[in-house]
RNA sequence: UCCCGGGUAGCUCAGCCGGCAGAGCAGGUGGCUGUUAACCACCCUGUCGGGGGUUCGAAUCCCUCCCCGGGAGCCA
């Protein structure tokens, strides 16, 4: 079916011309002698609408009511009524698929909560239709940088059999049907879905140089928080022959690109967000894009917040992991923007971080954000076979089934450093949603998989 | 998983120190209008989350389970 998008017709300078649009009915007015449909196809934010006189056309246009589908075709003329700039006077209107008067969509706000709850319908609404349109530039975005930057694209795997990454609980997988389901273990050994590309890429990085993934990630942690996911994605850079300052000042450049490229690329939809979800959004997102995160040690990150005389629910100590509400505090109030926290305590981080020279802490870092907290965690890698199999042992793991991920350090072992992205949570952040499961089109989390 | 707050019409919510279940919006009908969250009039809409208990009587009080939201933990 030939159609024109709304987005194209609206970016035109003057009106003129016959067009087609196809889409969704939002809303209809319809009085005696005219009606007036607004039409969304989901190119861009705005309707267009098309006005029809009334006794030109059949019994159908009484049937179109809001989310019919349709197309309309007829000339684009400059809009005499107020609050758009073009319509169209409509010389052939065709109800494709009708909505009966059970639609769930209103043409009044709906709250969040009840969205969820049909969420096969929600991306017909403004808000949802924006966050997938920047979720869409944003997801461009990642490769547009990585790509600039000389990083290769790899893809990891999604089943695993290493339950060793340490990165939190997993899925099982496991075969239920055909001559397989009866068999233990489909993969010979226990297996389960990622949670982490990390291990994998870490490998590849040490023959490619440079590269990364993006791909979902799944966490079977009993999570009921507006920041988790069960099934999210994540994006995981992996650096060779660099340390933990080119992986800051990385984290700072890739964060950078994504929020000017939908402050390019979405200026529309920024501006619904900056409406009706989160007051200042472009401001915030303009601003960080024009400055340097701020960095601190967790060292002196602690020593600021026990001076800070603020009274916190846990009171911060070395050693201790940071609380939501001090990550919170440091980068809403201390900084009042992103803060990359670096060289954590060795005991509350992962066994694969490089350790540094004091020999009680690793080359370890966390982004930080207002309204999110830690929106990406990374680290310089330990690349000394000796000191990883010390790690290992020390925590009370087995070095065998790491045999593959230590010859890595065996044989032409290099520095190397990344980090993991939630990219929900950088849709969170650009956006404004106050909760996760509103950046994705279908969340999963305890309870939910539906649609 | 823990701590709070909730669950009443299709949606958003009021009613909650016990006494006839309500409003706005949506929907239907009619009217009116180059309208724009259109407007005006009328009409329709209920397992008051489920179960149990107290009571002459429970949406309202008590117990319990389920579900939702916020916060915490885990993390990205």
Redesign the pocket.
């Known amino acids: 079916m030939k159609r024109n998008r709304i987005r194209d017709i609206l970016s035109q300078t003057q009106a003129g011309g016959i067009v087609t649009v196809a889409g969704w009915a939002r ?1 209809v ?6 009606t ?1 449909i ?1 039409i969304n196809d989901g190119s861009c934010l705005a309707n267009i ?1 098309a ?1 029809a006189e009334t006794a030109a056309h059949d019994a159908s246009l009484g049937k179109i ?2 989310g019919a589908s349709l197309r309309v075709s007829g000339r684009l003329v400059d ?6 700039r073009f ?1 169209i ?1 409509a010389d052939e209107i065709a109800l494709i698929g009708a909505a009966p ?2 639609y ?1 969509l ?6 969040f ?2 969205l ?1 709850e049909i969420a096969h319908l929600r991306p017909r609404t403004n808000t949802f239709g924006a966050v997938l349109r920047v979720r869409s530039a944003m997801a461009q975005a990642v490769h547009e940088f990585f790509r600039n930057h000389g990083f290769l694209y790899i893809h990891t795997p999604i089943i695993t059999t290493s339950d060793c990454e340490g ?2 609980e997993m899925f099982s997988v496991s075969a239920s049907g055909g001559e397989a389901a009866g068999t233990a273990h489909f993969f010979g050994k226990p297996a389960g879905l990622t949670v ?1 590309g990390q291990l994998e890429a870490e490998l590849v990085c040490m023959a490619l140089g440079d590269v990364y993934t993006f791909g979902p990630t799944f ?1 079977a ?10 099934e ?1 994605w ?1 994006v995981e850079p992996e650096m060779a022959f660099a340390g933990l300052d080119e992986d800051a000042r990385l984290a700072e450049d890739f964060l950078k690109h994504l929020f000017r490229a939908v402050l390019a690329e979405c200026p529309e939809d920024m501006a619904f967000f900056d409406k009706w979800v989160f007051n200042g959004a472009i401001e915030r997102l303009e601003k960080i894009a024009s400055s340097g995160f701020s960095r601190v040690t967790y060292t002196e990150a602690v020593g600021l917040l026990e001076k800070s005389g603020e009274k916190f629910e ?1 009171a911060p100590a070395w050693g201790a ?1 940071l ?3 001090h ?2 505090y440091l980068a809403e109030r201390v900084f009042g923007g992103p803060v990359i926290v670096t060289d954590y305590p060795k005991d509350i981080k992962a066994f694969y971080m490089k350790l540094n020279d004091d020999g009680r802490t690793v080359r370890a870092m966390d982004v930080l954000v207002p309204g999110v ?5 990374g680290s310089q890698r330990e690349d000394d076979l000796e000191k990883l199999e010390g790690r290992l042992r020390s925590i009370g793991l087995d070095t065998a089934p790491y045999w593959w991920y230590l010859d890595t350090r065996r044989y032409g072992s290099a520095p190397h450093a990344g980090f ?3 990219f ?2 950088a849709v969170q952040f650009v956006t404004g949603m ?4 509103d950046t994705i089109p279908f969340p999963r989390v305890p ?2 998989a539906d649609f």
């Open positions: 809303t007015r319809s009085g005696k002698g005219v007036f607004e609408q006005v009511s809001t809009s005499p009524g107020a609050g758009q319509e006077a008067p059970d769930p209103q043409k009044k706000r709906h709250s909560e009840f969820r990165a939190g982490s966490r942690e009993n999570s009921n928080t507006s920041r988790h996911l069960s999210f994540m846990f992991d609380q939501s509400e990550e919170r907290g830690e929106i990406i965690g993991g992205l939630g929900e949570r106050q909760n996760i499961r309870r939910h």
